[in-house]
T-cell receptor, first 114, second 111 residues
Framework: DSGVTQTPKHLITATGQRVTLRCSPR?????VYWYQQSLDQGLQFLIQ???????AKGNILERFSAQQFPDLHSELNLSSLELGDSALYFC?????????????FGPGTRLTVL | QQQVKQSPQSLIVQKGGISIINCAYE??????FPWYQQFPGKGPALLIA?????SEKKEGRFTISFNKSAKQFSLHIMDSQPGDSATYFC??????????FGTGTRLQVFP
């Protein structure tokens, strides 16, 4: 168990809908990263937050957004969903300032768009 | 320049054998190279990691070999066990930036 929690575990929804994925980082970790894992694209970085502030953006679609709250949990919002958004979504957390950029991943949310 | 290339795509090894997975990178500024293990339906789990000032790091049956001049690094799993059957990802990062992952290697260890 990495100490990172994600809810829900599974999400099934229809095209055009909006969903919210939630992540709680390990205790004390200030940095949260979101990744998407699909069969054709592999593990791709979406966005990073550090202590409530957006720190870096990857190949994140404009239909997607995220935020990190004062208690450090993070939410990834996916809107106007398309079939191609079906994937596993992982969040990872790290203790920024350590010797290594050790990122610990949660169990993921499997999103299925029908 | 941001890519990490991983090979082979799949690997079949007999129990007790050595599994070797290779990765290559382009960006010489990368300063952290982890390996992750992922079982079906689970999140990637950090296995072992190395920084470029070290040529080898060993933890139990897992060893990373790092060749800075060739911009390559590899994971060696000694005495491979059926429980090691999983997908392995190499990755690279700069400072506390995002991890850039290789495409993954599916390892199957047969008894």
């Amino acid at each position: 168990d990495s100490g990172v929690t994600q809810t829900p575990k599974h999400l099934i929804t229809a095209t055009g809908q909006r969903v919210t994925l939630r992540c709680s980082p390990r205790s004390g970790d200030l940095s949260v990263y979101w990744y998407q894992q699909s069969l054709d694209q592999g593990l791709q970085f979406l966005i990073q937050y550090y202590n409530g502030e957006e720190r870096a953006k990857g190949n994140i679609l404009e239909r997607f957004s995220a935020q990190q709250f004062p208690d450090l949990h993070s939410e990834l919002n996916l809107s106007s969903l398309e079939l191609g958004d079906s994937a596993l979504y992982f969040c990872a957390s790290s203790a920024v300032g350590g010797t290594y950029n050790e990122q610990f991943f949660g169990p993921g949310t499997r999103l299925t768009v029908l | 320049q941001q890519q990490v290339k991983q090979s082979p795509q799949s690997l079949i090894v007999q129990k007790g054998g050595i599994s070797i997975i290779n990765c290559a990178y382009e960006n010489t500024a990368f300063d952290y190279f982890p390996w992750y293990q992922q079982f079906p339906g689970k999140g990637p789990a950090l296995l072992i990691a190395i920084r470029p000032d070290v040529s080898e790091k060993k933890e139990g049956r897992f060893t990373i070999s790092f060749n800075k001049s060739a911009k390559q690094f590899s994971l060696h799993i000694m005495d491979s066990q059926p429980g090691d059957s999983a997908t392995y990802f190499c990755a690279a990062s700069l400072n506390t930036d995002k991890l850039i992952f290789g495409t993954g290697t599916r390892l199957q260890v047969f008894p």
